[in-house]
Every structure is written in structure tokens, then in C-alpha cells.
């Protein structure tokens, strides 16, 4: 049974009350990370929650992520912070669960931020450009809204949204299907879902250059062809186990034979090649033998 680890809500904190679990680096409010941080909440408030253990021993609220963001809420005089409250003292689990951010959510943040502040503020605020803004928030144009649900937390590069787009909406359905099926969302089987989807579901097709148009027939060709091949082997199959189960009653008869000592002598005296043949066939192990191979070479 899965056991949940975190609170449901946020509960907010002093931060006068909130222990360090570890030492911060010497200089650190010096560091542009730092600033960052800094920025960051002067211009749009704490984003990511502060994550807190409480240690019935020592009767005290751990931090276990979110040391720098503590710092500079006291250095801005924010008395409170919105805290997640985790139920075991192991720093590892939130950074992994809680605090990481796909492009998904990434993209919904940018947007929710550019609702409030103007994108020289938020760029200012992040610190980075003006134009990388502008890219986390158009990331999303062209993908179907339910494509955009479930990958909303799933680990997929902002390279794949760019090969999506060039899909229609259905067959952006079909690939994340596909991808999450695999559990693979890489650019590269992104790519090779699209070079296997027909034309009529490419937007732009027109735009398909000659090698591309090359690479989709071969692609094509080659899920006939092993199409057909997966048919043949099913029927060599089927029929390997029908010939092998007439062997195998065929091969108890002749060992059968060959134990009975009138038989045995009877070959001996009037058909000794026989006997040779059937006296192979009694120590054949299967079909593909390499005894029945010589066999049939004589």
C-alpha cells in the first residue's frame, strides 16, 4: 500500500521558527543564485513551498528543501512562509516528488506570472531573457489541450513539444499514447513517430522535403514487410507444431519397432539400410536436428 508522504494543503510558517537541516556555504547571499531567489519573490512571491519536517525529539521544524528561499524571506522581512509538511525526515523525496518542474509546468507558471507582472519584470525577476520568456510561454501553442493534461507531469523535453506540433491533433493524441506506453518521450521517438505517421496527418505536409518523403515510404514499406514476415512466422509456427507432433508419434512407432528383437533381426537379415535410416530417426530431438540436416543431405 502506498503511503502518502506530504500534507494536502500548505500551512504557513514563521520563518523565524524554520531550523536548517544543514549548513549553508560561506558567501552564499552573494551568489547569483541568490539574487535570483531574491528577485524572484520581491517580483512575484515565493513560487515553489518550503518543505518542513517536524522533529518530535527535539520539538523543532526542520527544513528539508528550500534553505536559500527561507533566507531571503527573512531578508525581505516576510515574516510567514507556505510550507508542505512531509511526514519522514529525508531530504531526497521532496526534491524528487515536489519541487520538480516539467516544461508543463513551467509553461503554466510563466503564464500565471505574466498575468500579474509585465514580461520585463518577470524577465528581470528570473533572470533570463526577454526571449526565452516568450518561448516558455508559446511552447504549448499547437498542442491539443488532453495531450497537454497528460504530459503535465510526465519528464518530456520542450524538443519533443516542437515535433508534436507538427501533428494534428489526433495523432498528438496517438503518440503520447505511444510515448507513454513506453514510458520514452525523447525527441529522437518523437521523430519516429512522426516519419511513420501518414501524410494526412502531418500539418504542412506540403512543406515534407523529398528525403523526407523518402524516409516515410521506406518506413512504411518496411511495417509491411514485417507485417507479413509476423503472419509467415505464425504460420511456419503453426504448421512446425503440427509436423512436430506427427514426428513425435511417428518416433515413438519406430523406437517401438526397433525394441521388438523380432523386428530388430528381420531388418538385419532382409533391410539393413532401413534400419539405419530409422535407427537416425529414433535419436532425432526435434525437427531442426542436426542429424535430420544430414539426413536429408544423403
Known sequence: MIQIRFGDNFIYLETNKLIPSKELLENVKLSHKYHQIVTSIES???????????????????????????????????????????????????????????????????????????????????????????????????????VIAKLSDKPIPKATFDVLR??????????????????????????????????????????????????????????????????ETKKLQTEYGSDMLKFVIIQSYIIKLLGNSKVLHWFLENEVDYLNELKRISKINSLDDKTLAENSQS
Open 166 to 231: 507538427k501533428m494534428k491533433p489526433i495523432r498528438q493524441i496517438e503518440a503520447v499514447g505511444t510515448m507513454i506506453n513506453f514510458d520514452n518521450y525523447s525527441k529522437k521517438f518523437a521523430m519516429s513517430i512522426l516519419d511513420a505517421t501518414p501524410a494526412s496527418m502531418i500539418i504542412n505536409k506540403g512543406k515534407n522535403t523529398p528525403y523526407k518523403k523518402d524516409i516515410k515510404k521506406t518506413i512504411l514499406r518496411l511495417e509491411q514487410e514485417m507485417a507479413t514476415t509476423s503472419e
Open 44 to 146: 512575484l512571491g515565493i513560487i515553489e513551498p518550503i518543505i518542513v519536517f517536524y522533529d518530535k525529539d527535539k520539538d523543532a521544524i526542520k527544513i528539508l528543501d528550500g534553505h536559500l528561499r527561507v533566507e531571503a524571506l527573512k531578508d525581505l522581512g516576510i515574516e510567514k512562509a507556505p510550507c508542505i509538511l512531509s511526514s519522514i525526515d529525508d531530504a531526497f523525496t521532496p526534491n524528487k516528488q515536489v519541487n520538480h518542474i516539467n516544461v508543463v509546468e513551467e509553461h503554466r507558471m510563466i503564464i500565471k506570472s505574466l498575468a500579474k507582472v509585465s514580461i520585463e519584470k518577470l524577465s528581470a525577476a528570473l533572470g533570463i531573457s526577454i526571449d526565452a520568456i516568450k518561448d516558455k510561454a508559446n511552447v504549448m501553442n499547437g498542442i491539443d489541450p488532453s
